[in-house]
């Protein structure tokens, strides 16, 4: 009797663990949502005038942005104020290169950045700890 118990006791204790993970992952899920819309709040922040964005692609929580610019300083400032963002870090320039649109010459770049989630931040582990 006491050996049923036992394994009742174990069955529960698995069964909680596997709704617990469930209730993580259904928050982290929510908490992911409106990150679309932060990145695109950001992105109109802190593109310069004379900088244009053809493509935006994300993977995870690396964002990889094309597009043209006026100069190789506009691309510069771009990355200055995407360096200063909450949001987002690391911006790395993977190429810049000299392209025509409509006659005229600007700089085609490219770079990658990153999201800060509050699940990657320092505090927020810490939180997730006590």
Do not use: C, H, W
């Not at 049923?4 to 982290?28: F, H, N, P, W």
């Not at 770079?111 to 927020?124: E, H, N, Q, V």
């Amino acid at each position: 009797m006491l050996d049923k118990s036992i394994d009742e006791i174990k069955r529960l204790r698995e069964q909680t663990d596997a709704l617990l993970q469930r209730k993580r992952v259904i928050e982290s899920l929510q908490g992911n949502r409106s990150e679309a819309v932060g990145l695109f709040n950001e992105l109109a922040k802190n593109v310069p005038e004379g900088v244009y964005l053809k493509k935006v692609a994300q993977q995870g929580n690396k964002i990889n942005l094309v597009g043209y610019a006026q100069s190789n300083a506009r691309v510069s400032s771009l990355m200055r104020n995407l360096e200063s963002s909450p949001l987002l870090e690391r911006p790395v320039l993977i190429e810049i290169k000299s392209a025509t649109v409509d006659k005229r010459r600007m700089s085609e770049f490219s770079l990658d950045l990153y999201i800060t989630r509050a699940a990657d931040s320092p505090d927020a582990v810490k939180g997730q700890k006590t």
